[in-house]
């Protein structure tokens, strides 16, 4: 059974910085693409970060373009998306998310391409 299993979230003023992962289980998808969306209140889910099935390249919404870093770590099966100086409005619950096809290149903004998703993990930026 796979499982995406995020963690790392927590309560930071603004101008911190936090690091979350993603540990993956039940099969390995070091040849998939993996993307970062976020949740706020009363909001769509919407998409924040994504690594190619390459590894080799990285998109990023505009609103966190320089701030946050996506990257993998193959060996231990793992994801993280690194985010340094963080705004209130970064609050929200943030999922980790698989696309389950290998070498596939796909729409990385829209969450429908993507297959697997974890439980989130509450990202709170306080002014």
């Known amino acids: 059974q796979v499982q995406l299993v995020e963690s790392g979230g927590g309560l930071v003023q603004a101008g911190g910085s936090l690091r979350l992962s993603c540990a993956i289980s039940?099969?390995?998808?070091?040849?998939?693409?993996m993307g970062w969306f976020r949740q706020a209140p009363g909001k769509e889910r919407d998409f924040v970060a994504a690594?190619?099935?390459?590894?080799?390249?990285?998109f990023y919404a505009d609103s966190v373009k320089g701030r946050f870093t996506v990257s993998r770590d193959n060996a231990k099966n793992t994801v993280y998306l690194q985010m340094n100086n963080l705004k209130p409005e970064d609050t929200a619950l943030y999922y980790c998310?698989?696309?389950?096809?290998?070498?596939?290149?796909?729409?990385?903004?829209?969450?429908?391409?993507?297959?697997?998703w974890g439980q989130g993990t509450q990202v709170t930026v306080s002014s």
């Open positions: 039940g099969r390995t998808f070091t040849s998939n693409t």
């Open positions: 998310a698989a696309d389950g096809q290998t070498y596939s290149d796909i729409n990385y903004r829209d969450e429908r391409k993507y297959d697997y």
């Open positions: 690594l190619s099935w390459t590894g080799r390249t990285t």
